[in-house]
């Protein structure tokens, strides 16, 4: 073969190699970026599911017997340091629904003392009014509201000691709204509606709330006087 055919070939040779090295670099460069983001999917899946199971179960299992923590809020005694009010108003198929007094307040033997506790959010009347009262300023969302109204409801319907006239707190609205449609739902905050899920409003001083499952639609609560309650403080606590 002559010396530039055999150069030639050479080269071509070379280059074949060069092209299958850069061939098997290029697979396991695939293939480690997908070992990666596969890793960090099943990460994400795993940290997401344990996330899930944990939010799930402290919802639904942080309340045992009557009294326990639930979300992450205390029933002590009442607490005044941080004391503020906001305003609920609740209608189903446009009905008015009257928020019961007492929720946050349960009535139990298996609680000590006077056997009733206050949770830092509760209500004494039918107001609409939500007392906001714990011992130090910081956030709670109507979401942790209602878990406490379930609670409360749950426990005074297991008997025991009876609160004022037999008193139990009815959760039915609490009910209609889990099992109702998110396009059912519509809620709306000092009159304006808001898109964000209601679990996740705020109870700051003087928020005025309206929740309503169903048609027709009423007009939301633009105003509440706040004065008869803040001057007096409130009825006393417990039953």
């Known amino acids: 073969m002559p010396v530039r055919e055999q150069a030639q070939s050479e080269q071509e040779r070379?280059?074949?190699?060069?092209?299958?090295?850069?061939?098997?670099?290029?697979?396991?460069?695939?293939?480690?970026?997908?070992?990666?983001?596969?890793?960090?999917?099943?990460?994400l899946l795993i940290g997401g599911g344990a996330g899930a199971y944990f939010a799930f179960n402290h919802r639904h299992t942080a309340a045992g017997q009557p009294g326990a923590s639930i979300d992450g809020i205390s029933c002590q005694s009442e607490m005044l340091n941080y004391h503020i009010h906001a305003h609920l108003t609740l209608y189903k198929n446009g009905k008015p629904v009257p928020l019961p007094a007492e929720v946050g307040i349960p009535f139990s033997q298996a609680i000590g003392g006077q056997h009733y506790c206050l949770y830092w959010l509760h209500t004494h009347d039918a107001s609409g009014v939500v007392h906001i009262e714990s011992p130090t300023a910081r956030l709670y969302t109507l979401g942790q509201f209602f878990d406490i109204w379930h609670y409360t409801s749950l426990w005074d319907a297991q008997g025991g000691l009876a609160g004022p006239a037999g008193l139990v707190v009815d959760a039915s609205f609490v009910n209609a709204l889990k099992a109702a449609k998110p396009r059912d739902i519509h809620v709306f905050v000092n009159g304006k509606p808001v898109s964000s899920p209601y679990r996740s409003i705020t109870l700051t001083k003087h928020k005025l709330i309206t929740i309503e499952i169903g048609t027709p639609r009423k007009p939301p609560t633009t105003h509440y006087d706040f004065t008869a309650v803040e001057t007096s403080g409130g009825p006393p606590p417990g039953r």
């Open 14 to 43: 070379r280059r074949q190699q060069r092209r299958q090295q850069l061939a098997r670099q290029q697979r396991r460069q695939s293939t480690r970026r997908w070992s990666i983001i596969g890793g960090v999917l099943l990460l």
